[in-house]
Nanobody, 117 residues
Framework: QVLLVESGGGLVQPGGSLRLSCTASGSIFNDSMAWYRQAPGKQRDLVAHITGNGRTSYADSVKGRFTISRDNAQNTVYLQMNSLKPEDTAVYYC????????????WGQGTPVTVSA
């Protein structure tokens, strides 16, 4: 099984930046990877997605501010978050979707991000 571990969350002021990391216990080659987030009382929403071929997509709310990337040699996916806003406050989750699956099969435990002055 694939174990995903997120890191890099914390407290940041509005306008600041954070870089989240997600490291897999095994190879994620050919897997699609994504970041989701969930704020208290809200549904879990897709933030950013990257395919095994490196094609990326973003939620409208984060376009131009967030960048998803991957390093297959290190079995790691990143989320660079710039120009953070209070509404970005949430627990951020990393997911992996193997090539044979139509939906994410593995989830990390989440890393909290708080944007506040």
């Amino acid at each position: 099984q694939v174990l995903l571990v997120e890191s890099g969350g914390g407290l940041v002021q509005p306008g600041g930046s954070l870089r989240l990391s997600c490291t897999a216990s095994g190879s994620i080659f050919n897997d699609s990877m994504a970041w989701y987030r969930q704020a208290p009382g809200k549904q879990r929403d897709l933030v950013a997605h990257i395919t095994g071929n490196g094609r990326t997509s973003y939620a409208d709310s984060v376009k131009g501010r967030f960048t998803i990337s991957r390093d297959n040699a290190q079995n790691t996916v990143y989320l660079q978050m710039n120009s953070l806003k209070p509404e970005d406050t949430a627990v951020y989750y990393c997911t992996a979707r193997p090539y044979y699956s139509s939906r994410p099969q593995y989830w990390g435990q989440g890393t909290p991000v708080t944007v506040s002055a």
